[in-house]
Nanobody, 120 residues
Framework: QVQFVESGGGLVQPGESLRLSCAAS????????MTWYRQAPGKERELVAT????????NYADSVKGRFTISRDNAKKMVYLQMNSLKPEDTAVYYC?????????????WGQGTQVTVSS
């Protein structure tokens, strides 16, 4: 079955960095664009960053552009999110999944996510 397992979150101070990891399984990973999402308390889940199947193209939400970097390793079926210059407004639970709109996105369960808290 399709599964996403996120890790790497934690409590950091503003300006610090974190690297999130996501292990995917149960589907042909290299055939799908992958996306990091986040959901802050009381807010809807939002798209943070997307990476193409080969990793050659990436897109970011305006709020994280220039600070976050998404990458992938197709051999390991892993997706990463390097987060630098973290701000309190980055506090959220972070999830990975395929790009919206495909069958995997619509039918597979969300992972447990990884909590990122940015606070002084």
């Amino acid at each position: 079955q399709v599964q996403f397992v996120e890790s790497g979150g934690g409590l950091v101070q503003p300006g610090e960095s974190l690297r999130l990891s996501c292990a995917a399984s149960g589907f042909t990973f290299s055939s799908y664009q992958m996306t990091w999402y986040r959901q802050a308390p009381g807010k809807e889940r939002e798209l943070v960053a997307t990476i193409s199947t080969t990793g050659g193209n990436t897109n970011y939400a305006d709020s994280v552009k220039g600070r976050f970097t998404i990458s992938r390793d197709n051999a390991k079926k892993m997706v990463y999110l390097q987060m630098n210059s973290l701000k309190p407004e980055d506090t959220a639970v972070y999830y990975c999944k395929t790009d919206p709109g495909n069958r995997i996105y619509r039918t597979s369960p969300w992972g447990q996510g990884t909590q990122v808290t940015v606070s002084s």
